[in-house]
């Protein structure tokens, strides 16, 4: 317990130390660069902040492994791993709209264990510890209640670059005739997140990668919801899908998911 809760206070205090250097560039000028595509956005923040993020963790843990999203993977010696993405939601990042985050999961022997996401610009921190509950800024959280797909307000992302949109336009199309309405708020991290507090009540995306869901699953998970591949098979963090609810609506989730 000792050593879970140090993991933990570990990835809450570099999470807080990437965020401020995610702050200070925030509305100003960036090195704008991109990636896969024209919309798949990096800047120099990204950059300076997963560094931050690397030194911080690997110090506090020697012998970790490293993966993130600017640097890729660093093998370690542990059995331990850290997931990182150190800016989730870039494009908002870049036109200053504040839904945007970093996130942090530590993995042990193929396990995340721990959680945290945090939203800098909102003071939001979310973290989880398997088996212990997920809190926002220290207060529990629990899934919403809603029992229907008909009366749940959704949330999806669109993979960047051509053909991401066009692979989940049926799918946003029929859920939004399903329910009361979808959202695409652009962090995939920070949506897992809300559904986890009950603001969301579903949340399904294609073409992910481990470092934007490693952190959320676990906490939609320690919120007391669900979270499966799209098929309802076991999610795992290379499968490049999610669903992720409330648990109560998911079978309808993933019978739309299924019929379109």
């Known amino acids: 317990m000792d050593d879970a809760k140090a993991v933990l206070d570990l990835a809450v205090e570099a999470a807080r130390a990437a965020g401020k250097v995610l702050l200070r560039h925030l509305g100003g000028p960036l090195e704008l660069g991109c990636k896969s595509s024209r919309a798949d956005l990096v ?25 993130g999203e600017e640097t890729g993977a660093t093998a370690g010696m542990s059995g331990e791993r850290w997931i990182v993405d150190p800016l989730d939601g870039t494009t908002n990042f870049v036109h200053a709209f504040p839904f945007f985050c970093v996130s942090i999961a530590f993995e042990r022997d193929g396990v995340v264990e721990a959680g945290v996401i945090y939203n800098p610009a909102q003071e939001e921190l979310f973290a989880a510890r398997r088996g ?37 336009l049926p799918h ?25 507090m009950g603001a969301f009540d579903g949340f399904w995306e294609h073409g992910l990668h481990p470092w934007d869901v490693a952190a959320g699953s676990l906490i939609v998970s320690e919120a007391g919801g669900r979270v499966t591949k799209d098929d309802g098979s076991a999610f795992t963090l290379d499968g490049r899908e999610i669903v992720a609810s409330n648990g109560r609506i998911h079978e309808e989730m993933l019978s739309v998911l299924a019929a379109v």
């Open 132 to 168: 212990a509950g997920a809190e926002r800024n220290g207060t529990p959280l629990h899934v919403s209640e809603v029992e229907a797909l008909s009366e749940a307000l959704l949330c999806t992302g669109f993979m960047p670059g051509p053909g991401g949109a066009a692979r989940n």
């Open 172 to 196: 946003f199309v029929a859920f939004s005739d399903s329910s009361h309405a979808v959202r695409r708020v652009g962090a995939a991290a920070l949506d897992l997140c809300y559904v986890a």
């Open 43 to 67: 800047t120099q923040a990204d950059r300076e902040s997963e560094a931050v993020l690397r030194q911080r963790l690997l110090a506090g843990r020697p012998g970790s492994g490293f993966f």
